[in-house]
């Protein structure tokens, strides 16, 4: 059993002994080994005691399991096996799972909720569409015409939801074969079901006006039963439009995020979609907002701004009150379109570039980016600032002043 310094280019180029079978055992972590079979193939497993008997557990086969996701996964089953816990017996338990739906249950619990920020986007989709379609099948029969047929018929209703459909089947079953409980990706060479097109659209200034305008309509002609979520929801479209940040950021904003009498919010990393805190300034027409929001919201003891209704969450998607506001103003657009709306029009009254990337919390990719801690809160606060006059003006405007404009 030799014991030799595991790096990736040394992995790569390592060769077995006489077409016989070898463990190589790394040097860094104890127990952690690559085997290479008669044929060549590479797979790594990992070496415990468990009652005092030596257990071995294959981990998964190589290139498809890299090397640092192979370490990190002994190092899991080692520490479980400190524990007390029987790592191999418990994938075997998995292994013998034989359902689609329960294979995707594994796959969110072992997988997504742990290394996804998305997880419960996953778990929705899996339980409206996945399960219904495939989940009583064994995960190991479904077939190519299979998912074919199911793609093709969800994108004639959906069809960007049957591409997000498949990118998600597709990484479930790949998680599978890591796992050793299926052998085979049914997903493995179907195009995308739907072609997409990047979208550019940014509302125009009498868009926003007709919009804003709605959203408020919307509120005052709903009756007291539905007064609160139309108000919440209202606040979300409003604030994504004044502060140019991403509907799931908005939409768990909580009240510890925010400084209210300084006017700064602070989303944490972990809410982010670069996995960097991000500091945004509230003008005064989103501080407004926000108090509007406490005071529709009953539930004093809740933590979110925008609480849902319906549990002790936030609201997810306020799906009904844009389709609302698409038919009230017959206009085209999409909740990521406010972002991209106000980050044009900061650009268009001569905000640099730069400064709004910071606003969007873009990542820079510049090397120097790592060092440059200034937090860029004067620019960001400027900016912010004649926006929100601008956007105000814009919704305010009368009609003899659009003239008087023009």
Not at 35 to 54: A, E, N
Not at 271 to 286: D, F, I, Q, W
Not at 322 to 349: E, P, W, Y
Request: hydrophobic share 40%; charged share 30%.
């Amino acid at each position: 059993m030799p014991t030799i310094k595991f790096t990736a280019a040394k992995i790569k180029f390592l060769e077995g002994t006489h077409g016989k079978q070898v463990d190589y055992f790394d040097e860094k972590l104890a127990g952690f080994f690559v085997r290479i079979s008669q044929d060549g193939k590479k797979s790594f497993g990992v070496m415990y005691r468990k009652s005092g008997r030596l257990r071995r557990m294959k981990l998964g086969t190589y290139p498809l399991l890299s090397l640092g996701k192979a370490r990190n996964e002994a190092s899991k089953v080692l520490r479980n096996a400190e524990l007390g816990l029987d790592p191999a017996a418990e994938k075997q338990e998995i292994r013998k799972a034989e359902t689609f739906e329960q294979v995707a249950r594994e796959y969110l619990e072992r997988h997504a909720k742990i290394r996804k920020k998305s997880w419960k986007h996953d778990e929705r989709v899996i339980k409206k569409d996945l399960v219904p379609e495939f989940g009583s099948q064994k995960a190991k029969d479904i077939s190519r015409r299979d998912v074919r047929s199911f793609l093709e018929r969800k994108a004639q209703t959906a069809p960007i939801m049957a591409n997000r459909t498949r990118a998600l089947l597709k990484k479930i079953y790949n998680w599978a074969i890591m796992s050793e409980i299926v052998e085979t990706n049914p997903v493995y060479l179907l195009p995308a079901p739907a072609k997409e097109h990047r979208r550019e659209r940014v509302l125009t200034k009498d868009e926003i006006k007709n919009v804003w305008n709605a959203i408020n309509a919307d509120v005052s002609d709903s009756d007291d039963s539905h007064r609160k979520m139309k108000t919440l929801s209202a606040g979300i479209m409003k604030l994504r439009l004044l502060t140019a940040q991403r509907g799931a950021e908005v939409m768990s904003m909580e009240w510890s995020e925010l400084e209210l009498d300084t006017g700064w919010w602070t989303i944490p990393a972990e809410k982010t979609k670069n996995g960097l805190s991000h500091r945004v300034y509230l003008a005064s027409p989103a501080l407004a907002i926000i108090q509007d929001m406490k005071a529709a919201v009953d539930d004093a003891c809740s933590r979110y701004v925008f609480p849902s209704p319906k549990a002790d969450t936030h609201i997810n998607n306020p799906q009904k009150a844009l389709q609302r506001i698409q038919k009230a103003t017959n206009i085209d657009f999409v909740g990521h379109d406010f972002r991209r709306t106000a980050a044009s029009m900061m650009t268009s009254m001569g905000i640099p570039r730069f400064t709004v990337k910071k606003i969007l919390n873009h990542v820079e990719p510049e090397i120097t980016a790592v060092y440059d801690r200034y937090s860029y809160d004067a620019e960001k606060r400027e900016a912010l600032e004649s926006w929100a006059k601008r956007l105000i003006a814009f919704v305010t405007e009368t009609p003899a002043e659009q003239k008087s404009a023009a």
